[in-house]
Structures are given as C-alpha cells and as structure tokens.
C-alpha cells in the first residue's frame, strides 16, 4: 500500500491568468507529488471585497503585467496572450456567469472541471475571445469535451439557489483560509493547513510537501494545452 496523497485545494477565477499559470502546473505535478488536487472555482472580486483588498487601478501596473506575462508564456509554458482592451475586459465584463458554470459543472461532471475551466481560459487569456455571454460559455464547453445539451443544461442552472450557494460558501471558505486574492493554494498534510497565494510560491510548494520542484514544466510531462 502507497503513501497516503496529501490534499491540495487551488481556489482560482478565470478572470486571473496567474491562476492559469498556478492550475497548469498543479495539474502537472498533481501524479508526481502523489497529491489530490481540487479544484475549487471562485470569485476573485469578491474575495477582494471581503478581504478588504482594494488595490489601486495604475496604467503603471498594467504595462508591467503585459511584459510579466510575455516572460511567464515562455518560462510556464503557456499561451498567455493580454487582451487588447485589458480593463473594459477584466474590470467591467468581469467572470460571473463563467465562474457560475465551472461551478454548475463541478457539481454535477466534476471530472470536466479542468477541462472546462482550462477552455474558459484559453478564450479569454489566449485568443481575447468573450467568456461572458452564454454562447461564449457553452462554446467553451463543447470544445472542451461537453455534449451541447449537457452544457445547455449546466448553463440554464448558473441562477439557481443550489449553484449560487456553492460558489458562496467556496468564496467563504477561501476567505477562511486567509485569501485576500487568486490564485490560493490550501496544503492539507499531517494534520496541518497552509495557504499559499500566488503563482510564484511552488517552489516552496514542493519543499513543504518533501517534493522535487523541476521547474513550471516537469520532464516527461505532457502539456495538457
């Protein structure tokens, strides 16, 4: 008998391409580190809202974050493109009916979340295509693997009482966690819990598990873009 895996929880919205960076390399390693990963679809305004995280809306801040990516494409290994409107996209149009669906979908087909949720983000942070309209979202369903009336049957569900609640009470419970934004990533081990936020803390990922970091794109692994 194995080792018992060790639980990993990625709080993440579509809306944040750090969280793509962080899912795509969780999802990576997930077989290597002998973890279970959940994935655990969330609201990143709202987390903001609740943590009382109002970062200031610099120009300065989003030049950086298009050279950032540009770098992070290459080293992560991922198609990360910024929209050409960057704030019309991010701040006004926002993720709230796409996270509704990933969270319809992870309540009923929870083995097409990653997939789903990866489609969502190659819309939005790769071709600069909508996520927010419901044609947009059942798009990225089918592409992903969803038979149309499957996704259409998600899709007339992201208003209902039992959806919202479960987006709510996972917003709580990253909230709970400590989150002030996304990506998080709660390690379950030994009786312990640490939240780790952000893309860029793995490597220290790998340490607290006892595991060998090899970089955002292990040799041997496929890329499941």
């Known amino acids: 008998m ?9 709080f993440y919205d579509v809306l944040s391409p750090y969280s793509w ?7 990576r390693y997930q077989h290597l580190w002998n973890v279970q990963l959940q994935l655990r679809p969330c609201l990143f305004k709202e987390i903001l809202k609740e943590s009382g995280n109002k970062p200031p809306l610099v ?9 950032d990516l540009r770098l992070l ?30 969270t319809a979908v992870n309540m009923e087909q929870p083995e097409m979340l990653e997939k789903v ?15 927010t309209e419901p044609g947009s979202i059942l798009a990225a369903a089918e592409k992903a693997g969803l038979a149309a009336e499957q996704a259409r049957g998600l899709l007339e569900k992201i208003s209902t009482a039992p959806v919202k609640n ?4 996972t917003i709580e419970a990253a909230c709970k966690y400590g989150a002030f934004g996304v990506p998080v990533t709660v390690v379950h081990m030994d009786g312990q819990t640490h939240m780790l936020f952000g893309s860029d803390r793995l490597e220290l990922l790998a340490h607290l598990l006892g595991e060998k970091w090899m970089g955002p794109a292990p040799p041997g692994v496929s890329a499941q873009i």
Do not use: N
């Not at 194995?2 to 990625?10: D, N, Q, S, W, Y």
């Not at 949720?117 to 996520?131: A, F, G, Q, T, V």
């Not at 479960?166 to 009470?169: D, H, M, N, W, Y």
């Open 2 to 10: 194995g080792p018992v895996p060790r639980t990993l929880e990625l």
């Open 21 to 27: 960076l962080g899912f795509e390399v969780l999802c």
């Open 59 to 67: 120009p300065r801040k989003a030049q950086y974050m298009a050279s």
């Open 73 to 102: 494409k290459q080293h992560f290994q991922v198609p990360i493109h910024m929209p050409k409107d960057f704030f019309p996209t991010v701040l006004r149009k926002g993720s709230v009916s796409a996270m509704h669906f990933l």
């Open 117 to 131: 949720s990866r489609e969502l983000w190659m819309r939005i942070w790769s071709r600069d295509e909508d996520i």
């Open 166 to 169: 479960q987006l709510r009470e």
